[in-house]
Structures are given as structure tokens and as C-alpha cells.
């Protein structure tokens, strides 16, 4: 019987340096994506799949995170004053319920894998999914749902992929692949930002994992990796062999949130998913082609 992943972790104490001086202030894991923060889209995704208890990776300066998903009474009762449901609505829907959103800190951003280690306690011993809020999907169906319905299928391990050129492999964590049946990879080996020549294969990991809570032992006792940081991936890495690990082919795409293009990129694409204003984003776009 497979323990269902019903807790997330989302890592949001990075510095997020590339969007400076715009996230001096502001996390930029609040950056918004039309009119929605990038953490809440990625909250959103997780509430999809099942996610019950939501674990945020804090750090310096990312007080706005905890206010934005706390309730606030004053602006409620304005809005409702005001008869603005549509507000009141789209405020509330960023809740999340009583006891269910933890918070614990990063004192120093030493990396992913680091940051994912500091919600051992939270975790415990049960299966959790990790969710990076600037990698965002637009699928059908929610990444993060398909991975758990493969999960339901194969347990363990596993990390959502998509195949990148060969010379963008030095800016991802790449599998090696020991078989392939075109949707799900059996793992054999885990490499963080390979030269394209030594990279084992084009498959990369994107910012969804499904992980089994052996995962933070490795994580405390790794050290230091690739770019001096603790790597979730040399952590993961230690799980194969021992547990099932798959990578998933999910049907969807994927935006780099993290670079500035990309976040651009993905504006639009969500802008054009969206009824209230796709028809008139196109007619925009018109004009710069
Ligand atoms: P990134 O490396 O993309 O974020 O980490 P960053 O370091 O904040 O951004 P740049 O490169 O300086 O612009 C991906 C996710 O992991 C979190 C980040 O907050 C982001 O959501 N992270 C990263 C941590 O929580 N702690 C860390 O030590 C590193």
C-alpha cells in the first residue's frame, strides 16, 4: 500500500538575484503572473493534486509571502462593504486553512536541497512533494496531479522531466536513463549541471518531486555540491537503487520563471489560458509581431 503524498514543500528563500532590484523588497516567488503571485499559482497546482498540508521554506525578507495567505479581515470587510465580490472572492480563494500552512526557515540559502532539508521535521515520515514556484506548467491537467497518478501507479520517486537541447544541460539536473517507455524513465543516476558532453542524457528535471522522507537523511549528510550549494539532486541521487525512482514525461509546458524571458513568457501564456482576457492579449500582440 502506497502512503498518499498529501504534504508539499515549497522552498521560497532563495535571493532571487537575476530579478534584483525588483525582489530587494518583494520574494520573488510573489512576482505575479498577471494578477496572481507566482507561489500562489503554484499553491493552486498543489490543492489540484490533493495536497493537504502546505509547508513554506521562508527566509530574510519574505514577510509578504506570510501575509498573503493569511486572512485579512480589514479588506474583507471593505470589499464586502464596497460589494465588490469578485475581489473578495479572488482574496479568499489565497487562504489556506487553519493548521494546515507551515512555515519554517532557511537561515541562509545554501541551496535547494538545504532549503528542502529544513522542512525535515514538518515532513516526517511520509511522502512529500516539492513544488519550485518559479517553474510554472500550463497542462490540462495539473503537473503536480499527473505525477501523483503515476505515483499511484509506481511509488517511490519520482521527478517531472522534459528533454532540453543538448547544450542547455550544464543549467539543469539530468537523469540517467536505464529504461524509457516514451512517458516514464526508470532512473539509473542523477547528475546535477553536466557539460553537454558528459551529459548522460537531454532529460531534465523540472521544479516538481515526489520524494520518500528517506530523502532528508541524505540531504543532512551530503555537504557541498555542484556551485558550492547542497544539491537536492545529489541527495535523490542517494535514493536510487534502493526505492523506486522514475522520471515522468507530463503532458504540458513548462516556463522558466526564474529567468527574465521566460517569466515574460509565461505571462503571456497564461494570460492567453484565460478567458476573461485571451482575446484581447492577442489582439495586443498583434501589433509587435
Ligand atoms: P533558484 O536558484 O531558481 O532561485 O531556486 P534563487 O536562488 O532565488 O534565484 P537566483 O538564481 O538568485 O535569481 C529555485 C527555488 O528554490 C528556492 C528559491 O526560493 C526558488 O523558489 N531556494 C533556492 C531556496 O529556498 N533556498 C536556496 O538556498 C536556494
Redesign the pocket.
Known amino acids: 500500500m502506497k502512503k498518499p503524498v498529501r504534504k508539499a514543500v ?11 532590484p525588483a ?1 530587494k523588497a518583494i ?3 510573489m512576482l505575479p503572473l498577471v494578477d496572481r503571485p507566482l507561489l500562489e499559482h503554484a499553491v493552486d497546482e498543489a490543492r489540484a493534486a490533493g495536497i493537504e498540508d502546505f509547508i513554506f ?3 530574510r525578507g519574505k514577510r509578504a509571502i506570510e501575509d498573503h495567505f493569511d486572512a485579512d479581515w480589514e479588506l474583507y470587510k471593505t470589499l464586502q462593504e464596497r460589494g465588490n465580490t469578485e475581489a473578495l472572492e479572488a482574496v479568499r480563494a489565497c487562504e489556506i486553512g487553519p493548521g494546515r500552512l507551515f512555515y519554517t526557515r ?1 537561515q ?5 536541497g ?2 528542502v532539508w529544513c522542512a525535515r521535521e514538518v515532513v516526517g515520515d511520509d511522502p512529500f512533494a516539492v513544488i ?4 510554472f506548467v500550463v497542462a490540462d491537467k495539473p503537473c503536480l496531479q499527473q505525477m501523483v497518478e503515476a505515483y499511484q501507479e509506481v511509488g517511490g520517486n519520482i521527478v517531472a522531466v522534459v528533454d532540453v537541447p543538448r547544450d542547455q544541460t550544464q543549467r539543469y539536473g539530468i537523469l540517467d536513463v536505464a529504461a524509457d517507455d516514451g512517458r516514464l524513465a526508470v532512473v539509473a543516476g542523477l547528475v546535477e549541471k553536466p557539460k553537454p558532453a558528459l551529459a548522460p542524457s537531454t532529460l531534465s528535471i523540472i ?1 516538481r518531486y515526489i520524494l520518500q522522507p528517506e530523502v532528508m537523511t541524505h540531504l543532512g549528510d551530503i555537504g557541498r555540491g555542484a556551485g558550492g ?2 544539491q537536492l539532486t545529489d541527495g535523490m541521487a542517494r535514493l536510487i537503487g534502493h526505492q523506486p525512482f522514475h522520471g515522468l514525461r507530463f503532458s504540458g509546458t513548462r516556463y522558466d520563471c ?1 529567468s527574465k524571458v521566460g517569466f515574460l513568457e509565461a505571462t503571456l501564456a497564461h494570460a492567453l489560458t484565460r478567458p476573461d482576457m485571451a482575446d484581447q492579449v492577442r489582439e495586443t500582440l498583434k501589433r509587435y509581431s
Not at 519550485?132 to 517553474?135: C, E, K, N, R, V
Open positions: 515549497f522552498p521560497v528563500a532563495g535571493l532571487g538575484t537575476r530579478f534584483l525582489t520574494p520573488k516567488e521554506v521562508t527566509g532557511q541562509m540559502p545554501l541551496g535547494l538545504h532549503a519550485l514556484p518559479d517553474d521544479g550549494e547542497i526564474g
